[in-house]
């Protein structure tokens, strides 16, 4: 098992900053201009992106003037220190990029959940990306995202996020979307998944001797791939972040504004969302679950996973 690493995005003393926050041009691909009523067209640079890029979001370094990392929650490991929203580079066009792979059949919220808080913080970009532009269904048929760019238009994101579903079966013998993962892994600063979507990362060779976590009746299906299944709801590993399943990519994307911007980020994000969870039942883990509501949620999830429908 590697030791946890508390901030690897952090910085050494005269390490380079990343493109987003060191005002260098970006290499990825820049979302297309938006039409506005009246047929007047906004770019990706223009009056709304910039506003959202007025403060850019950086890693915080851990050393003799910084004070060490309190313990966070849920088995995520420690946060990162806050840094103070003044404090975060000003920069203007050049933003953190976040690339959200979409394919047939990914669960929505695996990707909606994550994308409403990562993708409402200051300096990031979102592009959704799939083997080619347009609408991509999720797995109930009746929703479709639609994805701004082809794999190939989008090269060096600083945050990869894959989705599961029941799609990912199929992803995890496409070749062409797994050398995406792998190239898009060589530039990002964290690498993360929800559900399924580890089982996506481990196909492309990205969790080998790395602890991750999927939506619970799987977690054995990282074993071939090298990796260490575990039962916690967000894992990170080095610069790789998976999470269990579908909606527990909220609480991934709340631990992960924590260590890029600090804690008060994360926070304004849950309050911004209000994402202050009130179940009326204590149902959501299997360890809690009445076992004839395991039995049957496992047995559909085998059905689905047969038929892949």
């Keep these: 098992m590697r030791p946890h690493t508390p901030c690897p995005g952090a910085r050494a003393p005269g390490d380079a900053l990343p493109a987003w926050a060191s005002g260098r041009p970006r290499s990825g691909r820049t979302p297309p201009a938006t039409a506005l009523p009246g047929g007047a067209r906004r770019s990706a640079g223009g009056s709304a992106a910039t506003r959202r890029a007025a403060l850019t979001l950086r890693s915080v370094q851990v050393g003799p003037d910084h004070p060490a990392p309190r313990p966070g929650q849920n088995g995520a490991g420690p946060l990162c220190p806050a840094v103070p929203l003044n404090s ?7 933003v953190m990029q976040i690339a959200v792979l979409l394919y047939d059949r990914f669960t929505t919220l695996d990707a909606i959940g994550p994308y409403e808080l990562l993708g409402r913080a200051p300096g990031v970009e979102t592009v959704f990306v799939a083997r080619r532009p347009g609408p991509v269904r999720g797995d109930q048929g ?3 995202l639609v994805a701004d760019a082809a794999l190939a238009e ?3 994101p600083d945050i990869v996020l894959v989705p599961g579903g029941p799609g990912s079966r199929e992803v995890m013998r496409d070749e062409e979307i797994l050398d995406w993962v792998r190239t898009a892994d060589a530039a990002t600063t964290w690498t993360t998944s929800v559900c399924t979507g580890s089982h996506i990362l481990a196909a492309a060779g990205l969790l080998a001797g ?3 976590t999927s939506y619970w009746p799987t977690l054995d299906e990282l074993v071939p791939f090298g990796a260490e299944p575990t039962g ?3 894992v990170f590993d080095g610069k790789y972040v998976t999470a269990a399943g579908v909606s527990s990519g909220i609480d ?13 980020l994360a926070q304004q994000m849950q309050l911004l969302t209000e994402y202050d969870p009130q179940p009326p ?8 679950a009445p076992a004839a509501v395991v039995a049957r949620v496992r047995a559909g999830w085998a059905e689905t996973d047969r038929t892949g429908s």
């Design 281 to 288: 039942y204590d149902a959501g883990s299997p360890d809690r």
């Design 154 to 156: 989008v090269t060096a």
């Design 232 to 234: 916690e709801r967000v």
């Design 252 to 264: 991934m994307a709340l631990h992960l504004l924590a260590r890029i911007g600090g804690d008060e």
């Design 142 to 144: 009746s929703v479709a």
């Design 88 to 94: 975060l580079i000003p920069s203007k066009g050049h």
């Design 210 to 212: 790395r602890r991750a």
